[in-house]
């Protein structure tokens, strides 16, 4: 069982920065993807971006690309997210995933393993 840890969300400005972390509890994340989507109230998730276990590719959301920056360090078992740039309609909860079978997964939406997420929000 894999448990994945958010932090690092709060209240920002547009246009500010943010830098999201997720730890996982167990070492063998380290050959799983993993990734990033977010969901706002009332509407549905939504991918944000995902990391190869190599940290080699990584793919993001076409409206993120650019301003969002997934890393990872194995050795660490964590998994970050920089977002610069940030805008009023990415208020969102953030949630961290992972998948033995890859980052594709995580990039069509299957996640089999997530967290509790972190609240984002971004005022005008």
């Known amino acids: 069982q894999v448990q994945l840890v958010e932090s690092g969300g709060g209240l920002v400005q547009a246009g500010d920065s943010l830098r999201l972390s997720c730890a996982a509890s167990?070492?063998?994340?380290?050959?799983?993807?993993m990734g990033w989507f977010r969901q706002a109230p009332g509407k549905e998730r939504e991918f944000v971006a995902a990391?190869?276990?190599?940290?080699?590719?990584?793919y993001y959301a076409d409206s993120m690309k650019g301003r969002f920056t997934i890393s990872r360090d194995n050795a660490k078992n964590t998994v970050e997210l920089q977002m610069n740039s940030l805008k009023p309609e990415e208020t969102a909860v953030y949630y961290c995933?992972?998948?033995?079978?890859?980052?594709?997964?995580?990039?069509?939406?299957?996640?089999?393993?997530w967290g509790q997420g972190t609240q984002v929000t971004v005022s005008a």
């Open positions: 995933a992972a998948h033995r079978a890859g980052a594709r997964m995580i990039r069509l939406g299957v996640d089999e393993y």
């Open positions: 167990a070492r063998t994340v380290s050959s799983y993807g």
């Open positions: 990391i190869t276990w190599s940290g080699l590719t990584t």
